[in-house]
């Protein structure tokens, strides 16, 4: 079993940034594609961005897409959210996933392993 752990959340100004860090277990991670999701109180879980297993392809959903970035470090088994430019809308919590898989996926389903979420509050 893949151990996945999220930490960087907490609370910051609008128009201000945050980086999230995801370290997972075992030495096999290069083999997953990465992902993060939000999920906001009384809202389905959202697909935020994945990576592939190496880093060469990157998804990002449309409300995201120019404000955050995702990259991984393999040699530290660490994927990461670089969350620029950051909205109330993005308040959340926000988990890191593991997928069997080389490709990069963005459907919650398609993941196997799952953090406990880290909260990223955006307020005044």
């Known amino acids: 079993q893949v151990r996945v752990v999220e930490s960087g959340g907490g609370l910051v100004q609008p128009g201000g940034s945050l980086r999230l860090s995801c370290v997972a277990s075992g030495r096999t991670f290069s083999n997953y594609a990465m992902g993060w999701f939000r999920q906001a109180p009384g809202k389905e879980r959202e697909f935020v961005a994945a990576i592939n297993h190496i880093g060469a392809s990157t998804s990002y959903a449309d409300s995201v897409k120019g404000r955050f970035a995702i990259s991984r470090d393999n040699a530290k088994n660490t994927v990461y959210l670089q969350m620029n430019s950051l909205k109330p809308e993005d308040t959340a919590v926000y988990y890191c996933?593991?997928?069997?898989?080389?490709?990069?996926?963005?459907?919650?389903?398609?993941?196997?392993?799952w953090g406990q979420g880290t909260q990223v509050t955006v307020s005044s």
């Open positions: 996933a593991a997928a069997s898989t080389f490709y990069y996926v963005t459907r919650a389903y398609e993941y196997d392993y």
